[in-house]
Each structure stands twice: as structure tokens, then as C-alpha cells.
């Protein structure tokens, strides 16, 4: 034998002779103990050579055993091939990690065993062995199982769709536990993994294609969620190094998207998602459906695959311009595709990249200047207003968290924009709860901007709908009511819901940034002698006078007392951001006192 080492065909022949015996006499059975000694043969052979990866003689004996072992499966009927699969193919699979050639020759002798064998059972062994390998921590005989699943799926010939539903999430299961296990130096067999299970995609489409009426229905939307749950694993895989080789699996799940009867502006709605969820509802549905944790992410992904890659976006049959406009100019498509990102947004497992493409998205599908905008005020939004708000807190994580400052700049814009797409009354409403929710003293400070923003423009739009007869009553309402929710915001900050005054000096933003809300109002109506804020009235002058300002003052003076025995670095920095408080809350009080003694004629 070459390099010296001593060959183990002997004790191979020894080992397998009974199944030899058996195959050439009919009625003679394989015992038990026959086939558990040749396992341990096979376990001893490939451990050996797996604990000493260097040593020749290991390998090369390796190779002798698994070349053996295949000539036998294919000279043994089919009888004893059948009583030898339930233990050979978690014996067997373990070679692959010896070699290359080992791996090729054990991928030929689970053909065999595939096409000797009840295809029902042999889907139940593969599975079995996926699990067990799972549970040991071993993931390269996961390739060869794969392969085994994939032909399986071939020869299955009735009960398509619960045979194939069986061994889905075992396959989802083991890509996902592998996607985040495997380091970038295991590269090669990450690919290796992710190609198998495309395979594995494309014997269900084969399967699929090859049936009609509801089983063809099903099938096609199992095929659906398992290509999104793919998609959605291979964006978030951190071993595959290199964005083109990644790019390769993704326009490979691309090519399924069209034959699942999906679309990219389906897809980004969540329309063809629930579209699977529907076909997929019936018996242990739940249980099944559980199985695609990642399905909303693998929509939005393959959408957003498609904005990156003109390529991508070619093998899913899609045009990507087209799709943009679509969004554009359906201010429902746009809300319903925006809201669905929430999805992905707020998901803690896919780059800042991606996230970024994702902004980069809504920014286009928001872009004024393209979009085709009837008067947001004749839309309502009610319907998606969680949605829209869970959206646009993934949004605000992305401002907070992301390290680049691209990103966190685009989305601010984004921000904006979608507020700026609302109807007034809408807007204020998703402003409101974004203050009370918002956990971040300088987001809160930018949210108030924004409102202050917002009041702007619904304050000029007010005044303008008042001298034009064709504006609805219900819309000039409807404006009325955004600008009326704009003092509910300053309470927010200055007298927080859970109690008590702001808290100091960690609120200062937000503090500095709702006085100068109320003041700009002040001023703004004051100039105008308007009250469409109700800011004039007595009772809100004296709350805000006697519960808000009289209140803070005090804190502040008290806070600063204290202060003043500390000359350290972050005591000067604590009293610079109290004294720009005591200057702005100071103007404040001069307003009110102000129009509390002389009330504009308005009021």
C-alpha cells in the first residue's frame, strides 16, 4: 500500500463478509451485530484519520475503506443495501472530513443508496443523521446529507408535499446553526453548505413542477418560504468574505422568485409573504410556519439584492426602475412597503450595510422631486399607523447606533421624509409617541425639531386653507388638530408621564429643545394673531406658567446650587447646559407673564 501504511481491506472483508453471504443467498438475514461491527470499523478508520490530519497512512487507509465500502453497496441487493442504510450513512458521511477525494467517493455512495432504498425511509435517516450531527457539534457531514435529502426528494413518488415539509426545517435548521458557527476560514465548506441547499431548492421546483392542483399550490409556497428564509441567511452569514461570492447565492435564490410567483413590489409589501402564509395554513401550520423565522427578511432582502445589482435584479426577471416608479407614484405601495421594513430595520443580525442599501431605498421611494404626491391630506393612514411607527423606531436604532455617519445621516432624512409624507394629524400623532417612547435625550431633542418643523408648515398650510373656500372642512380640521397636538408634546418633556419634572442634567437636550418649540409658537401665533395651538388660552398659559415653568425653575436654580461646590471638568459641563436651560425657560416665563396680563385680542 503507498507510504508504507498497512492495508485494512482484510479486516474490511472480515468485516463485511456476512453481508456478502447475504446478498448471493436470498432468506438469509443480516444480523444486528454484523452491521453494528462494521460501523465501528467505519467510526474507528475515519477517527483515526480525523485526529491526525497530517498523518498520510491515515488518510490513505481512509480512502482504501471508503472506495471499498462504495464497490460493495453497488455489488449487494437491494435487500441487504436497505438493512445496512439505516446506520451506514452516519458512518460513512464522517469521511468527508478526511479528504476531497474521500468526500466525492462518499457522495457516490449515498446515490447509491438513494436509488437502492425506500426514498420515505431514506429521508427519515438523512434527517435523523442531520439532527444527531447537529447535536454533536459537527458540521461538515451536513454536505453529503444534503445531497442525499435532494435526491430523495427526486425519487418520492406520492405524498410530495408532507414528505418535503418533514425535512425542510431540518435543513433550515442546520444552514442557520451552520451560517453562525463556521468562521471565515471554514470558507470553503460555507459554500459548499449554501450550494446544497440551493440544490435542494431546485429538486422542490423540479418536484413541484411535476404536480398539479392544490399539491402544486402548497409546494410552491413551501418552495417560496424556504428560498426567503435561504435569502435571509446567506445576507446575514459573516464566513463568505468576499461581496461577490455572496452575490453568486443570491442571484442564484433569485432565479426562484419568479417561478414562486413572486415579485419584487409584492415581496417589498409583505404582499406575497402573507400570500405564502395563507397557502401554508392548515394542519400543524403553526409548527411549519415557525420554521421561517427570517421569511419578512428574506423578502426585503431580495428586493433590496436587486437595488444593489442590476445583475440580481436580471435573474429574478425584474426591472428594477419600474418597480421604484410603482412606489413612487402609490402613496399605498409606498406606505405598505416602508411599513413592511420594519422587518429588516429593526432586526439586530444583517450589517449596517445592508441596513444602509435599505435607507439609501426609502430615500429614493420618498424622493419628492420623483414621487407623483396628491395631498397627503386626503389619505389615511390609520390602518398602518403601528406599523409606520415601528418603522420609523428601527429607523431611529439606525440614527442612534449605526458607526457610520453616512448612514446615520441618511437616515434622519428618511426620518423626516416619511413624517413629511403623513397627513398632519397622523404626523403628530407617530411624533407624540416617538418623544414618549424615545430613550435618548438627543433623539428626543431632534424629534422636537422636528415637530417644530412640522408645526411650521401646518401653521402656513392653516392660514392658507382659511382664505381658500375649495379646501374640504374635514382636511382644514384635520390640519387644525396637528397644530392643537403640538403642546402636548412640550408636557411630554416637561412633565413626563411616569412623574415629576425632567430629569437633570441628563435631559438637557430635549429640555433646551421643547423651550424653544414653545417660544417659536408663541411668537409665530402671536405674529399671526392666531391660536390654532390653543397656546393663548388662559388656562393653557396658566398651566404651562404654574406646572411646567415655575416647576423647572426651581429644579434648575437647585441642580446649579449644588453645582457650584464643584469645580470639576464635568461640573463646568453641567452648567453650561443648565444656564443655556435657565436662559430659554427665562424667555419663556417673560411670554407668558406677558399674555397672561394682556391676552391677544384673538384669544
Known amino acids: 500500500m503507498e507510504n508504507g501504511a498497512p492495508s485494512l481491506l482484510p479486516h474490511f472483508n472480515d468485516v463485511t463478509s456476512s453481508f456478502v453471504k447475504a446478498s448471493r443467498n436470498e432468506g438469509v438475514d443480516v444480523s444486528s451485530d454484523a452491521i453494528l461491527s462494521f460501523v465501528d470499523f467505519l467510526d474507528s478508520v475515519s477517527d483515526a484519520a480525523l485526529a491526525a490530519p497530517d498523518d498520510m497512512g491515515s488518510a490513505t487507509r481512509a480512502l482504501e475503506v471508503v472506495k471499498a465500502t462504495h464497490e460493495l453497496i453497488n455489488g449487494l441487493n437491494e435487500e441487504v443495501v436497505d438493512a445496512l442504510s439505516l446506520d451506514l450513512p452516519k458512518a460513512i458521511v464522517k469521511f468527508v472530513g478526511v479528504s476531497e477525494e474521500c468526500s466525492m467517493i462518499v457522495d457516490q455512495i449515498i446515490d447509491s443508496l438513494c436509488e437502492k432504498c425506500n426514498p420515505r425511509d431514506m429521508l427519515s435517516i438523512f434527517c435523523e443523521a442531520l439532527d444527531f450531527f447537529k447535536s454533536c457539534g459537527t458540521a461538515k457531514p451536513y454536505v453529503p446529507l444534503f445531497r442525499g435529502i435532494s435526491h430523495v426528494f427526486l425519487c418520492t413518488r406520492r405524498r410530495h408535499f408532507e414528505q418535503i415539509k418533514t425535512a425542510v426545517p431540518m435543513v433550515l435548521n442546520v444552514l442557520e446553526s451552520a451560517s453562525s458557527e463556521l468562521s471565515e476560514e471554514d470558507d470553503g465548506y460555507l459554500h459548499s453548505l449554501f450550494e446544497r441547499g440551493t440544490a435542494i431548492a431546485s429538486s422542490i421546483q423540479e418536484v413541484c413542477g411535476k404536480l398539479v392542483g392544490n399539491d402544486k399550490w402548497r409546494l410552491n409556497a413551501l418552495l417560496g418560504a424556504y428560498i426567503l428564509q435561504v435569502m435571509a441567511l446567506v445576507s446575514k452569514v459573516a464566513g463568505f468574505g468576499a461581496a461577490s461570492s455572496r452575490l453568486i447565492y443570491i442571484c442564484q435564490l433569485s432565479r426562484f422568485l419568479l417561478f414562486c410567483g413572486f415579485s419584487y413590489l409584492n415581496l417589498v409589501t409583505g404582499d406575497d409573504v402573507d400570500a405564502v402564509i395563507s397557502r401554508l395554513v392548515g394542519e400543524d401550520s403553526d409548527h411549519l410556519l415557525a420554521c421561517f423565522p427570517s421569511m419578512k427578511h428574506g423578502a426585503s432582502l431580495a428586493v433590496l439584492w436587486g437595488y444593489v445589482s442590476d445583475e440580481v435584479a436580471k435573474h429574478a426577471g ?19 412597503a416602508i411599513c413592511f421594513l420594519k422587518h429588516l430595520l429593526s432586526s439586530a443580525g444583517y450589517s449596517w450595510e445592508l441596513k444602509g442599501h435599505c435607507i439609501d431605498f426609502v430615500l429614493n421611494i420618498t424622493d419628492d422631486r420623483l414621487c407623483q404626491n396628491l395631498d397627503a391630506e386626503n389619505y389615511d393612514c390609520s390602518s398602518c399607523f403601528s406599523d409606520m411607527l415601528g418603522t420609523l423606531q428601527a429607523v431611529e436604532l439606525v440614527i442612534v447606533y449605526a458607526s457610520d455617519a453616512t448612514i446615520r445621516k441618511k437616515a434622519f432624512s428618511v426620518l423626516k421624509r416619511v413624517l413629511a409624507d403623513l397627513p398632519s394629524g397622523q404626523r403628530f400623532d407617530i411624533l407624540h409617541v416617538l418623544i414618549a417612547k424615545s430613550s435618548y435625550p438627543s433623539m428626543t431633542a431632534l424629534l422636537i425639531d422636528l415637530a417644530k418643523e412640522h408645526f411650521a408648515e401646518s401653521y402656513k398650510r392653516s392660514r392658507d386653507d382659511e382664505t381658500d373656500m375649495q379646501i374640504e372642512e374635514k382636511i382644514i380640521q384635520q390640519t387644525f388638530d396637528g397644530c392643537r397636538n403640538i403642546l402636548d408634546l412640550v408636557e411630554l418633556v416637561l412633565k413626563p408621564p411616569k412623574g415629576g419634572p425632567p430629569s437633570l442634567p441628563e435631559d438637557s437636550d430635549a429640555v433646551v429643545s421643547v423651550l424653544n418649540l414653545y417660544r417659536f409658537i408663541l411668537l409665530l401665533e402671536s405674529s399671526g394673531k ?3 395651538s390653543c397656546i393663548f388660552l388662559i388656562s393653557k398659559l396658566q398651566k404651562a406658567y404654574n406646572e411646567w415653568f415655575l416647576p423647572l425653575r426651581t429644579l434648575v436654580s437647585g441642580i446649579q446650587a449644588e453645582n457650584a461646590k464643584d469645580n470639576s471638568e464635568i461640573a463646568q459641563g ?30
Open 318 to 336: 425584474e426591472e428594477f426602475s419600474s418597480v421604484l416608479l410603482k412606489l413612487q407614484n402609490d402613496r399605498n405601495k409606498r406606505y405598505k
Open 574 to 603: 453641567i452648567e453650561s447646559s443648565l444656564n443655556l436651560i435657565q436662559l430659554v425657560l427665562c424667555h419663556c416665563i417673560e411670554l407668558v407673564e406677558q399674555y397672561m396680563r394682556n391676552p391677544i385680542a384673538s384669544c
Open 530 to 532: 392666531t391660536n390654532y
